[in-house]
């Protein structure tokens, strides 16, 4: 089953933009992660944000998270060509259970 | 081995075939996981070792998918019986230690055709 469900389904911009994915989820986590995806294959992990934090950067990238509304947001900020991927958010409870994700599209 | 390797890359076989695919966690890595994506799907759970435990199988589709972790490292996911809904690309991750605590590295996948 899969618990987290990222909106939008797909996302196109022009570089330099920022983008923004956000995630829902269900039940009671202990961290919640987001991945990215490029050609179908491998993931690659990108930051983690445990329960009791709020907000958390990396590099270009800014998540937050309220575990009072069960959801997160990815915000990637100064987009480039390269970030055009699949994105997904990961909550771990019992397991990691991955979302739907995101496409991300940026053209230039 | 540096990362999470997974073989075969590519599996072509036919339908009511059994199939092994496999997977080598990062070393020392406690928890390993199997997951399973169809063409422009979300990653399905399948199952999830950790350490010792008992695995968390809730995520296997049928009784003809079954999975085993030998002396806590190297993986196998069995299908038996495959049928052409069994097509997808079967991912295995690992992490380095429980409670989910911290990020998951991700083999390149095995892609499974049932024709």
Known sequence: ?108 | GAGVSQSPSNKVTEKGKDVELRCDPISGHTALYWYRQSLGQGLEFLIYFQGNSAPDKSGLPSDRFSAERTGGSVSTLTIQRTQQEDSAVYLCASSLNRALATEAFFGQGTRLTVV
């Open chain 1, 1 to 108: 089953s899969q618990q987290g469900e990222e909106d939008p389904q797909a996302l196109s911009i022009q570089e330099g933009e920022n983008a923004t994915m956000n995630c829902s989820y269900k039940t009671s986590i202990n961290n919640l992660q987001w991945y990215r995806q490029n050609s179908g294959r491998g993931l690659v992990h990108l930051i983690l944000i445990r329960s009791n934090e709020r907000e958390k950067h990396s590099g270009r990238l800014r998540v937050t998270l309220d575990t009072s509304k069960k959801s997160s947001s990815l915000l990637i900020t100064a987009s480039r060509a390269a970030d055009t991927a699949s994105y997904f958010c990961a909550t771990a409870g019992t397991a990691l259970i991955f979302g739907k994700g995101t496409t991300l599209s940026v053209s230039s």
